[in-house]
């Protein structure tokens, strides 16, 4: 019988994230029973992808994988680690595992940590919000959560380091494959105190759908959302909802009526998704528990 571990790294390998089956019928029978079924063709005869997945597992070699992860410099984690964030357990689709990379004692930080995105065409307003509240939450103790995008993204973890903070950057690619490359010596600083995770192995280039698929760790993996700038319609705005839909508090900073990049915030606060956020304070109060308030 194949270990637990093995069978959760060879699936984190083979399988995309946040396909909500799979994810469930590993987190509900575990990582074991899954493959073993899998390969013997006992269940699951009804996928349409279970021949591919059949050829798929048999083909991966554990050794290769464990070695790409050591050429990588990164380790893989599952919900079997005492480490492990726990609230991605609330995700319709909770990943198998994740492969960090950094300073494995900043998922302790998790417990107060906040998430910030936003649009990567900001304006000069959204810098200035983005720094002051990324630096007053550094200064309050918490760690940034962020996705190392462009924009709102970059303004958050600069800011974080800059305070000496603990900052941790979620990617939609692999670490073979950092994207945006602009922003490679800025992953290397949050690496030194903070952490990198990635949901896919080390060789996997960023794609589209992929920083979709990314947001919602950013969203279920913090207490919760900031949108500084985003657009009517945008990743940030997706980032939000699933973070709503988890029953995470959701924050908007408002901005000019005459700013497109402020649209999809004052969406998000009409539509009552979130709270308007005004200062570092509130938001505070607002996520604390009333014993610590």
Aim: hydrophobic share 40%.
């Amino acid at each position: 019988m194949v270990k637990e571990l093995e069978a959760r790294l060879k699936l984190f390998a083979a399988l995309a994230p946040g396909d909500p089956f799979w994810a469930q019928e590993i987190a509900s029978t575990g990582a074991t029973d899954v493959f073993e079924s899998i390969l013997a063709g006992t269940r699951y005869l009804r996928h349409q992808d279970l021949d591919w997945l059949q050829n798929e597992l048999v083909a991966l070699d554990l050794h290769s994988i464990q070695e790409d992860l050591v050429k990588a410099g990164c380790e893989f984690i599952t919900p079997g680690d005492s480490d492990w964030p726990t609230p991605l357990g609330d995700l319709a689709a909770p990943p198998i595992g994740l492969l960090i990379k950094g300073d494995r004692q900043a998922l302790f930080k998790l417990k107060d940590s906040i998430s910030i995105v936003g649009t990567r065409q900001h304006s000069q307003y959204g810098v200035e919000i983005t720094e002051q509240i990324s630096e007053g939450f550094i200064d309050s103790g918490f760690c940034i959560v962020s996705g190392g995008a462009y924009g709102i993204d970059t303004t958050a973890h600069i800011s974080a380091v800059k305070r000496d903070g603990i900052t941790i950057s979620i990617l939609a690619g692999g670490f073979d494959h950092l994207y945006p490359r602009e922003n490679t010596k800025l992953f290397e600083k949050i690496s030194e105190r903070g952490l990198l995770i990635s949901e896919v192995m080390p060789n996997i280039k960023s794609k589209p759908y992929r920083f979709l698929v990314r947001n919602r760790l950013i969203a279920a993996i913090s207490r919760a959302t900031i949108v500084v700038e985003a657009a009517y319609v945008s990743g940030s705005i997706r980032t939000a909802r699933d973070a709503a839909e988890i029953f995470r508090p959701v924050f908007a900073i408002p901005g000019p009526i005459t700013s497109p990049l402020s649209n999809g915030c004052h969406r998000l606060i009409v539509e009552r998704v979130a709270e308007i956020a005004t200062s570092v304070d509130e938001i505070i109060e607002m996520v604390s528990p009333l014993h610590l308030r």
